[in-house]
């Protein structure tokens, strides 16, 4: 079975112009959506690396309009980088076409894949654990939503509907409790009680959207550390990947969500809620890289709710690991039993703690506005 599988992936990789004989092809990383693999080829211009992606299609409904939006981001990034007289080989994803010149490849099977140049000297990191790191990290970020802000229309498809809508999310896990699929709602007494006492926070930026308090924009949507790529030799944040949800929505989100996992030291599934807390140190250093930059285009109502979007964001991704949890794993990836809801429960510890620190995280905010 393990000789077929590789037959078919040497197969799939060969349908892409990688410009060379493939070496070989192993997987990569550990993300909860796409089967992700790097290929070694060899061609004319000597060895080199690719990724290779297996689209998701039940997260992600429609991979050809995914496919459409990170060929439309990518293509305007590539411009901006290039009139910045950077490198968009290093500093944005390159699609590599198939041989036929498509953005991906659907197969018979009906799989979807996609496949991008690999970014040489240059790494991603589960954990930024040094105010160093998540300072660049944070000036990534900002310097991504800068550069796509005037991205011409149309307006970018929704990849996943509702993606960033806070409140569906509430509603979704209010639906998942009252179903209760698995069984498991007994034992999810106390996170269950978390949600009702805080059910404001779910709607804060949907509110903020809706009443035109802050602009609407293009955001990321999964601001996660090793969603930015980390120069080996400068230690400078070169490059954002993982374009699938970038989407209309509030740059709010992106903050908030690079907080929830940037800005402490415990893991996304940390099984002991006494270690799940917010630095301030790597919070100061996020505020220090993101308002470098940021502070030059947000407006002062969106740098007022920083602090608040990280409480916000953090409470909706407990919601959604909370409702997968109780609907039986059925969205998140999970490698051992009881995962989603130490997930769940590790953002709602982390959430406990920005409600407590908010006043010094305002301060350090307010310092480099």
Not at 286 to 311: K, N, Q
Request: glycine share 10%.
């Amino acid at each position: 079975m393990a000789d077929n599988r590789q037959g078919a992936l040497l197969e799939i990789v060969g349908r892409f112009r990688t410009g060379g004989e493939i070496v070989s092809v192993e997987p990569l990383g550990s993300g909860h959506i796409h089967d992700t693999y790097v290929s070694q080829v060899h061609g004319s211009a000597g060895p080199a690396r690719f990724v290779h992606q297996r689209i998701n299609d039940h997260a992600f409904a429609s991979p050809e309009m995914l496919m459409q939006n990170v060929e439309r981001v990518t293509s305007h990034l590539r411009s901006k980088i290039l009139a910045e007289g950077g490198d968009p080989h290093r500093e944005t994803l390159t699609i590599v076409p198939t041989v036929e010149g498509g953005s991906f490849l659907k197969t018979g099977a009906g799989e979807f894949w996609r496949t991008y140049e690999y970014i040489e000297g240059a790494r991603t990191f589960d954990t930024l654990d040094q105010p160093r790191q998540v300072e660049q990290a944070g000036r990534a970020w900002a310097v991504f939503q800068r550069r796509i802000a005037d991205l011409p229309g149309p307006r970018l498809h929704e990849t996943i509907p509702c993606f960033g809508d806070t409140r569906r999310r509430y509603e979704d896990c209010s639906r998942a409790i009252g179903e209760d699929r698995a069984g498991r709602a007994a034992g999810a007494r106390e996170e269950i009680d978390f949600v009702e006492r805080h059910e404001a926070l779910s709607h804060l930026l949907t509110d903020l959207l809706r009443d035109g308090r802050v602009p609407e924009r293009i955001a990321h949507y999964d601001t996660k550390p090793n969603n930015v790529m980390i120069d080996d030799d400068t230690g400078e944040g070169i490059c954002v990947i993982d374009l699938d949800t970038v989407m209309a929505g509030t740059v709010l989100y992106d903050f908030g969500d690079f907080v929830r996992v940037g800005a402490t030291l415990a893991a996304e599934d940390e099984p002991d809620p006494s270690r799940v807390e917010l630095d301030l140190g790597l919070f100061e250093g996020i505020a220090t890289g993101y308002l470098g930059i940021a502070r030059e285009f947000l407006t002062a109502s969106e740098i007022d709710h920083l602090v608040d979007a990280a409480a916000a964001v953090t409470f909706t991704i407990g919601l959604r690991f909370l409702a997968d949890h109780l609907d039986g794993d059925r969205y998140f990836r999970i490698h051992r039993p009881h995962q989603n809801i130490d997930r769940c429960r590790t953002q709602f510890g982390l959430v406990a703690d920005i409600l407590r620190k908010a006043e010094a995280m305002r301060a350090a905010i307010d310092g480099n506005r």
